[in-house]
């Protein structure tokens, strides 16, 4: 415990010489209470039994607390709230002091008051001394800086002089300054006047001349301007015409290739759709043969039973025979209706030109391009429609073959 107060009161006095002001009341507090404490000391030798480990542990707890904030303060050298809360902690040590035993008798309790006050006038001469220490200091400063500033005084009064002095000549400089250039402001005026004057003058008479010129020199341009524009409209015209004769004959020709195109198509697609015809037709022979044959022979085998299946690989025949030529028969017909779609393409090109040809409505002629253009390309030009008499005859083909054998059967 009297460590940690010399080590409170070490911190106290490296604080105190800091000279900061508002340390002082915390100081003095937390020094009272320290004092009142080591008041204790001079009885430790007669009441040591008294003291026990409790109650002193119960005071070393503020006396840290104090200790901790002072270092606090030392390091961060900052007042607030360092010195307040270390003059509370300290103010906390006088609960576990109450059961502290006091000296019986007057003499010791006299000797314990001696002990605090010594120390409380020990302290207050420390304190007189640190404030006549500043004040020393504080007056030296002022002095300095009395004398400084009287010196500064003295330098400013005899700059100030010269710049007074040195305002003046310069005042008399610039009125003398001002006088001559408001002269030869003047001068410059007139001149400038004058010189605009003659300048406009002179302007205008060449404004006139060049006018005069330009308008001599601008009729002659403009007659020989007039005449190449004429010339150029002329040939405008040739090259329009000419223009016109070209993408004639080149959509003449252009039609006459394509229309050349859709002739062989046409050509090929009507002797393949013949050809076609033809082989249906055979094949149409091929089975009509079996049963032909089937009607002259003995259906029935030597028992006289009837020979199925002879009859049904006949039948087979026939079928296979007649679903083969009802298809090769419609390829055919497509393949003719294509032809036909081709001719007629082909004569539309070849006939576009010449129908059109005395025609002088351009959008006209543009427009019946484009319905061409839309019906030979934009869409399938060939439109065959999927008929119904080919199913029918096919349905009524294999009918009659049903038919047929229903009544051999029976």
């Not at 105190?16 to 508002?22: I, P, S, V």
């Not at 009607?295 to 025949?317: A, H, K, Q, Y």
């Amino acid at each position: 415990m009297w460590i940690a107060t010399q080590q409170i009161r070490e911190q106290l006095s490296r604080i105190r010489e800091q000279g900061n002001l508002e340390d002082i009341a915390p100081i003095e507090t937390i020094g009272f209470y320290i004092d009142h404490l080591l008041s204790f000391r001079l009885l430790a030798d007669n009441f040591v039994a008294l003291f026990s480990r409790v109650m002193l542990d119960q005071v070393l707890v503020p006396l840290g607390a104090v200790v901790s904030s002072l270092t606090d303060r030392t390091n961060t050298g900052t007042v607030h709230p360092y010195m307040d809360n270390a003059a509370s902690q300290a103010e906390d040590i006088l609960v576990p002091m109450a059961p502290f035993p006091r000296p019986y008798g007057k003499g010791g309790q006299v000797t314990q008051m001696e002990t605090l006050f010594e120390n409380l006038l020990l302290r207050q001469r420390e304190s007189v001394e640190q404030l006549n220490t500043e004040h020393q200091n504080l007056r030296g400063e002022v002095e300095t800086f009395s004398v400084e500033v009287s010196n500064s005084k003295d330098s400013s009064l005899i700059a100030l002089q010269q710049i007074e002095d040195a305002a003046k000549e310069i005042a008399e400089t610039i009125t003398g300054e001002k006088a001559r250039i408001d002269a030869v402001v003047q001068d410059g005026i007139k001149a400038v006047a004058a010189m605009e004057t003659e300048n406009t003058d002179r302007y205008k008479a060449w404004r006139a001349e060049r006018e005069a010129a330009f308008r001599n020199d601008f009729r002659e341009l403009k007659a020989s301007m007039e005449a190449d524009l004429g010339d150029a409209h002329v040939a405008l015209d040739e090259l329009r015409r000419v223009n016109q004769q070209y993408e004639n004959l080149a959509a003449l020709g252009a039609g006459d290739l394509i229309a050349s195109n859709f002739a062989v198509e046409s050509k090929w697609g009507r002797l393949s759709g013949l050809v076609l015809y033809g082989v249906g037709f055979l094949f149409l022979i091929a089975a009509a043969i079996p049963l032909i044959f089937f009607l002259f022979e003995n259906p029935n085998t030597p028992d006289g039973s009837p020979d199925w299946g002879r009859l049904i690989v006949r039948i087979s025949i026939g079928v296979l025979a007649g679903s083969a030529a009802t298809v090769v028969i419609r390829l055919g017909a497509r393949l003719i209706a294509n032809a036909n779609a081709s001719k007629r393409m082909e004569l539309e090109l070849r006939s576009f030109g010449p129908f059109l040809a005395n025609v002088t409505d351009t959008d006209t002629v543009d427009g019946a391009r484009l319905q061409l253009l839309d019906r030979a390309f934009g869409k399938s030009y060939v439109v065959v429609e999927s008929g119904e008499k080919d199913d029918v005859i096919q349905v009524s083909t294999f009918a009659q073959i049903i038919d047929a054998v229903s009544k051999l059967a029976k």
